[in-house]
């Protein structure tokens, strides 16, 4: 991967390894909220600032905006700046 053409690569490089240490270390079979709690320890052994399951809203096209409900994932503080909190 050519890590100078992306906005975010060495983030996103962090996160990728991060993601395949746990899932390596576990193997296939569980629960997606295992995978999510492997990959939350391995981004803080990285010394990530991380929050799990962060409600934030989505507006969906409408006459009027209504807030839909939604979670990010395990997203690093630095790259979530802007998100409502």
Do not use: H
Request: proline residues 5%; charged residues 25%.
């Amino acid at each position: 991967m050519n890590a100078d053409n992306y906005k975010y690569s060495e983030i996103t490089e962090q996160i990728i390894e991060a993601f395949y240490k746990g899932y390596n270390a576990l193997g296939y079979g569980f629960l997606e909220k295992v995978y999510e709690n492997a990959l939350f320890i391995e981004l803080v052994a990285m010394g990530l600032f991380v929050e799990k399951q962060k409600l934030i809203k989505i507006y969906l096209i409408s006459k009027e905006p209504q807030p839909a409900p939604s979670f990010r994932q395990g997203l690093p503080e630095s790259r979530t700046q802007g998100c409502e909190k």
